[in-house]
C-alpha cells in the first residue's frame, strides 16, 4: 500500500489513550468513561484510512472524545439512566464466536452485528461508532443477521 | 491517567471482533522462544522469530496490510492454537489461510511448492528451484527461503543443502536442527 502517512494505529493508540480517557472522566466520570473510551476510539479506527495525514492526531482524537462525550450526556438525560454495562460471561464479553460466525459479511454490517449483539450497544452508539446514522445502523445489523440466517439455512 | 489492562483489553478485543483491523498481532511463546505473529483478514501475513523489537514491525505491517495495525491476541488466536499443537507433536499440517501480499511472483511460486513438502521431510533447494521449472535457480530459491514472511508454517526449515547441510535459517541453525527433530526428519 503506498502513500500511508499515518503512524500504524497501534502507535497512534499508544499514545493517545491515556489523553483520551482524562478527558472522558472529567466529562463523565469514571464509570460512563470506560465505555466513552470504546467508543471514541472504535470511530477512530474507522475513520483512520480515511487520514490523509499524521498531522494534529491528538487534537483529532480528543475531538471524537468530546463529541462521543457530549453525546453520552444527550442519551444519559432523557431516562437519567447509564448506559448497560456490555453483557459479561466469564468475566469476557459475550463476543465469543461472533467474530467468527461473521466473517465473510460486508464491513459494516459485521460491526454493526457484532456491536449489537455482542456488545449490546444501542443503535444511536453504533451510529456513532461507524459515522452513520441510527436507522442506518439498524439497518446494517438486520440485513446483516438476514445474511446469515440465509446462510445457515442454505 | 493511565488506562486499565482490562478497559485497554476489552477494547482490543472489540476492534478484533467487529472486524476493524487491517492487521492484528501478538507476541505468542513457543519453546523455540517468542514468536511476533499478524494476521489480516485475507490470513496469515507474518511469523518473526523474537518478541523484541515489535514495535518495527509495525511498519511494514500497516505498508502491506493497511494502517489499522493493533496488538490484538484474538487475531492470532487461530494460529496461535496451530502453532502450540504443532510443537506439541500433535499437528503435522496448518490450516491457517495464509495471505501473500507484499511477495513476488517467483518467490510465491516457490513459497508454494515449498508448503508441500511433507512433515518430516527434507528437500534441497536445487529441487525446489527443479519443481519451480527454474533447475538453476537453487540460489534464488536460497534468498526466498531466507526472506520467508511466515517460517513453520511455510516449512522453509524443511530445506536443506545438496550435501545434507542445514544450510541457514532466519531463527538460527539450532532453531533449524530442533525443528527437523521434533518432526523426525533427523535424530
Known amino acids: 500500500m503506498e502513500g500511508v502517512s499515518v503512524p500504524p494505529f497501534e502507535s497512534f493508540y499508544a499514545q493517545h489513550r491515556d489523553d483520551v480517557l482524562a478527558l472522558l472522566r472529567r466529562r463523565l466520570g469514571a464509570q460512563a468513561a470506560e465505555d466513552a473510551f470504546q467508543e471514541t476510539f472504535l470511530r477512530a479506527l474507522h475513520a483512520y484510512p480515511r487520514l490523509e495525514h499524521a498531522r494534529h492526531l491528538r487534537a483529532w482524537v480528543l475531538t471524537i472524545a468530546g463529541r462521543v462525550a457530549i453525546d453520552a450526556h444527550r442519551r444519559a438525560r432523557p431516562d437519567g439512566g447509564e448506559l448497560p454495562e456490555l453483557p459479561v460471561e466469564d468475566g469476557r464479553p459475550d463476543w465469543a464466536g461472533l467474530g467468527e460466525l461473521t466473517d465473510g459479511l460486508p464491513p459494516t454490517e459485521r460491526a454493526a452485528v457484532v456491536l449489537r449483539y455482542g456488545f449490546d450497544l444501542p443503535y444511536d452508539r453504533i451510529a456513532a461508532a ?25 | ?83 502450540d499443537q504443532y510443537f506439541a507433536g500433535t499437528r503435522h ?45 537453487a540460489r534464488a530459491v536460497g534468498t526466498v527461503m531466507n526472506r520467508n514472511p511466515i517460517p513453520i508454517v511455510l516449512p522453509c526449515h524443511r530445506v536443506v543443502g545438496a550435501n545434507g547441510s542445514l544450510t541457514g535459517y532466519a531463527g538460527g541453525l539450532d532453531v533449524k536442527e530442533r525443528l527437523l527433530r521434533l518432526e523426525g526428519a533427523i535424530i
Open chain 2, 1 to 83: 491517567m493511565t488506562i486499565t489492562t482490562d478497559l485497554d483489553r476489552r477494547f482490543r478485543e472489540a476492534a478484533a471482533a467487529a472486524g476493524l483491523l487491517d492487521a492484528g498481532f501478538d507476541v505468542v511463546e513457543s519453546p523455540i522462544g517468542p514468536l511476533f505473529v499478524a494476521v489480516t483478514p485475507r490470513g496469515l501475513l507474518r511469523i518473526e522469530f523474537g518478541g523484541d523489537g515489535a514495535e518495527e514491525h509495525l511498519e511494514l505491517l500497516a505498508r502491506l496490510a493497511g494502517p489499522r495495525v493493533l496488538r490484538a491476541p484474538r487475531a492470532v488466536d487461530e494460529t496461535k492454537r496451530e502453532l
Open chain 2, 93 to 137: 499440517a496448518f490450516d491457517v489461510t495464509v495471505d501473500l501480499r507484499g511477495v513476488r511472483p517467483f518467490a510465491e511460486q516457490v513459497l508454494w511448492e515449498l508448503a508441500r513438502v511433507p512433515y518430516g521431510e527434507t528437500t534441497t533447494y536445487g529441487a525446489l528451484a527443479a519443481k519451480v521449472g527454474a533447475p538453476r535457480a
Open chain 1, 130 to 154: 461507524l459515522g452513520s446514522s441510527p436507522d442506518a445502523a439498524r439497518q446494517a445489523a438486520s440485513s446483516g443477521v438476514r445474511r446469515l440466517r440465509g446462510r445457515s439455512a442454505s
